[in-house]
C-alpha cells in the first residue's frame, strides 16, 4: 500500500473550506495553513495514484456494466437493474453506515473526524460519494424505461430483481476490496474487530453476487 500522510489531507480539507463560501471560510481556522499547503499538496508523486484508484471500483462498476449489457435478449433489463443495484446499494451504504449508524465516513481512515476541519472534508468526500450513487440510479431508471418500452425486451421479474442484486454486490464487493483492504480509506466498523467486520461486508457482496446470478439463470429459463 502506497503510504498516504496525514499531513498532506488536513491542510486540504481546510483548502476546501477556503475555497468554499465565506461562512464556511470562517469556520476553518486553517485556512492560511491550506493555502501555504497547496504547493506540497500538488507536489506529492503518490497523488494522483491515490484519486486514480479511489476511483477504480467506479470505472470497473461501469465497465462491468457494460459488458453485461452485450449478451442475451434481457439486456436492457440486466443493465437497468445492475445499475439500479449499484446506486441503491451505495444509498444503503452511505445512509445507514456513514449517517445512521456513524460507523465511518468516506475518507475516516485516512482523516479521522476529530475536528471540524476533518468533519468538513469527510462530509465533502461523503457528498461525492453520495453523488455517484445518485447518478447511477438516475443512470438505471433512465435505462429501465427505455427498456420497458421495447415489445422485445422480456420482462421478467427474477431476472430485474437478480440484476439488481448482482449490482449491489459488485459494488460491496470492489469498494470491500479496494477502499476498505488496498487503498484503507475506511473501514466498516473501525475498532479491535474491524478485519472481522470489512470480511463480513466483503462476504455479503459475494452472497449478493451469487444470489443474483442465480435469480437471473432462473430468470432465463
Not at 488536513?10 to 468554499?20: N, R, V
Not at 508523486?45 to 470497473?60: E, K, Q, S, Y
Not at 453485461?68 to 445512509?95: E, K, N, Q, S, T
Not at 431508471?141 to 422480456?154: D, F, G, I, N, Q
Request: proline share 7%; glycine share 12%; with cysteine.
Amino acid at each position: 500500500m502506497m503510504p498516504l500522510s496525514t499531513k498532506h489531507w488536513l491542510p486540504t480539507s481546510a483548502l476546501l473550506a477556503c475555497l468554499g463560501p465565506t461562512r464556511i471560510a470562517q469556520a476553518c481556522p486553517d485556512c492560511p495553513a491550506a493555502r501555504a499547503a497547496r504547493e506540497e499538496l500538488l507536489s506529492d508523486p503518490n497523488l494522483w495514484a491515490h484519486i486514480t484508484l479511489l476511483l477504480l471500483p467506479f470505472v470497473i462498476v461501469g465497465v462491468g456494466w457494460s459488458l453485461a449489457g452485450r449478451v442475451g435478449p434481457d439486456r436492457p433489463i440486466l443493465a437497468a437493474g445492475i445499475l439500479l443495484g449499484v446506486g441503491l446499494g451505495g444509498f444503503i451504504d452511505g445512509i445507514v453506515l456513514h449517517q445512521i449508524l456513524q460507523w465511518h465516513n468516506m475518507l475516516s481512515g485516512w482523516i479521522p473526524p476529530v475536528d471540524l476541519v476533518t468533519m468538513k472534508v469527510n462530509m465533502v468526500w461523503d457528498g461525492l460519494f453520495h453523488l455517484f450513487t445518485w447518478l447511477m440510479t438516475a443512470l438505471g431508471l433512465a435505462l429501465l424505461w427505455r427498456a420497458a418500452r421495447r415489445p422485445e425486451v422480456p420482462r421478467v421479474t427474477a431476472s430485474f430483481v437478480g440484476a439488481l442484486l448482482l449490482g449491489w454486490g459488485l459494488f460491496n464487493t470492489i469498494e470491500g476490496v479496494i477502499d476498505h483492504q488496498f487503498l484503507g480509506v475506511h473501514h466498516v466498523h473501525p475498532g479491535p474487530y474491524e478485519l472481522v467486520w470489512d470480511l463480513g461486508f466483503l462476504a455479503f457482496g459475494l452472497a449478493l453476487i451469487l444470489g443474483g446470478l442465480a435469480l437471473i439463470q432462473h430468470g432465463r429459463e
